[in-house]
Antibody, heavy 121, light 106 residues
Framework: QVQLQESGPGLVKPSGTLSLTCAVS?????????WTWVRQPPGKGLEWIGE???????NYHPSLKSRVTMSIDESKNQFSLKLNSVTAADTAVYYC??????????????WGQGTRVTVSS | DIQMTQSPSSLSASVGDRVTITCRAS??????LNWYQHKPGKAPKLLIY???TLQSGVPSRFSGSGSGTDFTLTISSLQPEDFATYYC????????FGPGTKVDIK
């Protein structure tokens, strides 16, 4: 079955760039799915960050759009998130997930285990 | 953004109890509503999609209902492995999640 695993630095300095990668195993990233990032700040709920298709098409949350870049590497079967100009408010557990979009909606399954990123000097 | 609310925010229940969690959208979302179970340190798990369709492999004690703005997740007989936080998510527009309902042991 498809599995996802996030990786990246756990500590990022304020004003720096957060960079995470999600490795997909057990299935091809080139299949008909939107690959998604979701985050959860400490003590808060889940927040959808954005999604990318294997063609490179992207959709980002409007509140993050100016700072987010997503990319996909089909040869490595992975996709990535970059968030620049980070502040303490970007401290969160970051999850990657596979989006399943069709006429009935869009749901996320499976998810990675999540990776904790702290923004601090 | 479409705002999602959940009630209660937390509940205490015993094994075998019937548990109902409510999710409400700030506007009609048809049946574009999904439910997830999340345990600390684990990946969130999809339970229900399109308001009432049980994800493959999910026990039948979980069920979902509703449309428009009001939705419910029901666990017919709570099991020890069901103690977790449950989130709803709408996909009618840019995805948003409810704040979660934590189910713990009474």
């Amino acid at each position: 079955q498809v599995q996802l695993q996030e990786s990246g630095p756990g500590l990022v300095k304020p004003s720096g760039t957060l960079s995470l990668t999600c490795a997909v195993s057990g299935g091809s990233i080139s299949n008909n799915h939107w690959w998604t990032w979701v985050r959860q700040p400490p003590g808060k709920g889940l927040e959808w960050i954005g999604e990318i298709y294997h063609s490179g098409s992207t959709n980002y949350h409007p509140s993050l759009k100016s700072r987010v870049t997503m990319s996909i590497d089909e040869s490595k079967n992975q996709f990535s998130l970059k968030l620049n100009s980070v502040t303490a408010a970007d401290t969160a557990v970051y999850y990657c997930a596979r989006g399943n979009a069709n006429s009935w909606g869009n749901w996320f399954d499976p998810w990675g285990q999540g990776t904790r990123v702290t923004v601090s000097s | 953004d479409i705002q999602m609310t959940q009630s209660p925010s937390s509940l205490s229940a015993s094994v075998g109890d019937r548990v109902t969690i409510t999710c409400r959208a700030s506007q009609s979302i048809s049946n574009y509503l999904n439910w997830y179970q999340h345990k600390p340190g684990k990946a969130p798990k999809l339970l229900i999609y399109a308001a009432s369709t049980l994800q493959s492999g999910v026990p039948s004690r979980f069920s979902g209902s509703g449309s428009g703005t009001d939705f419910t997740l029901t666990i017919s007989s709570l099991q020890p492995e069901d103690f977790a936080t449950y989130y709803c998510q709408q996909s009618y527009s840019i995805s948003t999640f409810g704040p979660g309902t934590k189910v713990d042991i009474k």
